[in-house]
C-alpha cells in the first residue's frame, strides 16, 4: 500500500511540475503536503516548490550533482552581492539538503563590500535605479546567523584576484549568483571564470538576478546584460548561455534568470556525465 501511494504521489508531482496552469500551482503545493510518502528527491523539491530560492536550489543541485559525476567530493558555490544576507541562509539550508543525499561536500562562499553599493561608474550602472549605499550589510548579525559560508569583505576588485589566483581544486566551482547590479561590479565578478580549469568546473551553473525586474527598466545596453553581452564577445571557447533545461518544469518567471557558463577547452568539458540506462530507445 505505501509503494503504491509513493508511486501515485510520484505520478502526481511529475503531472504537477510541469502544468503552468493555476490549476497546476495549487496541485504544486498540494503534492508538496502529501503525508506518508517517501522523500521527493533534490530535483522534484525545486520542481514542487519545497525548497528555497528555485533559482538558487536549481542551480545549487546541478553544480552538486555534476561534482559528483566527475568524481570530486566537494564543491564551491559562490554569491556575489550578500546583502542583508538571506542568500546565503538559504544557501545553507540547501545544502544541508544536498549533503544528506549526495555524497559530495559544498563550501559557500559569499562575497559583499559590506557598506553597500558603490557610487555608480557611469549610466552602465544605473544610476536611475540604485545609488551608494544601497543594500548595506548587518557583519556581525549576519556572522552569528551563518553556520558554514564564508564572507569576503570588501570591494570585488580587491578581494577577488587573491581568491582568483589561489583557487580551490579540492572543491571547484559549479555554481554562482551574480546579483551585483551594476555593470561595473558584474564585470569585476566575472573575472572568476579566469579560475585555473582545476577549480572550476566544465559548466557552471549561475543565477543572473539582474537581468529582469520590476521597474528597474533593464536593457541589453546597461548592467548585468550588457556586462553578459560584453563577456560573450571576449572569445568563441568561453560562454555564458541561457539554460535550456527545463522540460520537466512549468514555466516560472526564476528560470529567465539561470544561465551557464560553458568552457568549451576546458580539460574536463567532454566527459561523459549522464545516465548509462538513458541511452537506448527500444521499440
Known amino acids: ?9 510520484n505520478k502526481l508531482a511529475q503531472a504537477a511540475a510541469k502544468d503552468s496552469s493555476s490549476l497546476g500551482l495549487i496541485a504544486k503545493r498540494l503534492v508538496a503536503r502529501l503525508p506518508l510518502i ?57 545544502k544541508t539538503h544536498v549533503e544528506k543525499v549526495l555524497p559530495i561536500r559544498v563550501r559557500i562562499v559569499g562575497f559583499d563590500m559590506g557598506s553597500g553599493l558603490p557610487t555608480p561608474v557611469d549610466y552602465r550602472d544605473l544610476p536611475y535605479a540604485w545609488k551608494r549605499g544601497f543594500y548595506e550589510m548587518d557583519i556581525p548579525l549576519l556572522k552569528s546567523r551563518l553556520t558554514s559560508a564564508e564572507l569576503v569583505i570588501g570591494p570585488i576588485a580587491d ?23 551594476y555593470y561595473s561590479s558584474t564585470v569585476e565578478a566575472f573575472k572568476i571564470f579566469d579560475l585555473a580549469p582545476d577549480s572550476i568546473l566544465p559548466r557552471v551553473f549561475c543565477n543572473m538576478d539582474d537581468v529582469i525586474g520590476s521597474g528597474e527598466v533593464f536593457s541589453d545596453f546597461t548592467g548585468a546584460r550588457l556586462a553578459i553581452r560584453e563577456f560573450n564577445t571576449l572569445s568563441d571557447t568561453r560562454k555564458l548561455s541561457a539554460c535550456y533545461d527545463f522540460a520537466q518544469f512549468a514555466y516560472e518567471r526564476w528560470q ?17 556525465v549522464g545516465d548509462d540506462e538513458g541511452g537506448q530507445l527500444p521499440i
Not at 500500500?1 to 504521489?9: F, P, Q, V
Not at 577577488?160 to 546579483?179: E, W, Y
Open 1 to 9: 500500500m505505501i509503494n503504491h501511494r509513493a508511486s501515485l504521489a
Open 38 to 94: 517517501p522523500d521527493y528527491s533534490l530535483m522534484q523539491q525545486v520542481q514542487l516548490g519545497i525548497l528555497p530560492r528555485p533559482t538558487y536550489a536549481y542551480t545549487a543541485i546541478c553544480a552538486a550533482e555534476t561534482a559528483v559525476r566527475l568524481g570530486y567530493e566537494e564543491v564551491s558555490w559562490i554569491e556575489f552581492g550578500v546583502a542583508g544576507g538571506a542568500g546565503l541562509i538559504h544557501l545553507e539550508e540547501i
Open 159 to 181: 578581494t577577488l584576484p587573491a581568491f582568483v589566483s589561489n583557487g580551490s581544486p579540492t572543491a571547484p566551482i559549479g555554481m554562482i549568483s551574480f546579483d551585483l547590479d
Open 256 to 272: 529567465e534568470k539561470v544561465m551557464v557558463y560553458h568552457d568549451f577547452l576546458h580539460p574536463r568539458y567532454s566527459e561523459y
